[in-house]
């Protein structure tokens, strides 16, 4: 079973501020919140992940939340290419990654 | 570097028929995964390998073989195929020494099953 839950879809303006919920309320003390994009098709790709503290990269930033019951998913400034299913993912050690079904987001002009 | 590459891209099976997808990483990637992902859905973990020799078993593993011989391929077989297993299965490897644990996704291959 998914160890996570998110909206089916949201939309978002190109240049503005993607905001991606995500609810883990099972998630245990070791386990990462991974999260991850498909684009089309195509094969996923990794994003960000983190455990307990708010994480940023080149890509994005991840806001966990203190009791790590959910976290979100911004994209500073959203654009065209960035329309994607997105995944919150719990990854169970060694390595195995649970997959949800995901939120479509739609960046229009 | 090709990345992650996945053998054949298509196939359409007739129910009963056997086949085998190849995956190939040349990242010297120590954990390989096959994940299959169903219309609308997320992708499920079947079976994955930690090694060269070992393998185990995901979330759907029923219907599938696998094995590792070579650190760099990891073999997915249906043995008797089924419309159920109509699917694109995706193959990943991920590396044990860099931080991120990062997964690498190869293009899926789609297989219907008539």
């Known amino acids: 079973d998914a160890k996570t839950t998110q909206p089916t879809s949201m939309d978002c303006a190109e240049g503005r501020a993607a905001n991606l919920p995500c609810n883990h309320s099972?998630?245990?003390?070791?386990?990462?919140v991974y999260w991850y994009r498909q684009i089309h098709s195509q094969g996923p790709q990794y994003i960000i992940h983190g455990l307990k503290n708010n994480e940023t990269n080149e890509m994005a930033s991840l806001i966990i939340t203190e009791d790590r019951k959910s976290s979100t998913l911004i994209l500073p400034h959203a654009t065209l290419r960035d329309t994607a299913v997105y995944y919150c993912i719990v990854r169970v050690p060694p390595d195995k990654l649970i997959f949800g079904t995901g939120t479509r987001l739609q960046v229009f002009p | 570097n090709a990345g992650v590459t996945q053998t054949p891209k298509f196939r359409v099976l007739k129910t009963g028929q056997s086949m085998t997808l190849l995956c190939a990483q040349d990242m010297n990637h120590e954990y390989m995964y096959w994940y299959r992902q169903d219309p609308g859905m997320g992708l499920r973990l079947i079976h994955y390998s930690v090694g060269e020799g070992t393998t185990a078993k995901g979330e759907v593993p029923d219907g599938y073989n696998v094995s590792r011989l070579k650190k760099q391929n990891f073999l997915l077989g249906l043995e008797s195929a089924a419309p159920s297993q109509t699917s694109v299965y995706f193959c990943?490897?991920?590396?044990?020494?860099?931080?991120?644990?990062?997964?690498?996704f190869g293009p899926g291959t789609r297989l219907t099953v008539l």
């Open positions: 099972t998630i245990s003390g070791n386990e990462y």
């Open positions: 990943a490897s991920s590396s044990q020494d860099r931080v991120t644990h990062e997964q690498f």
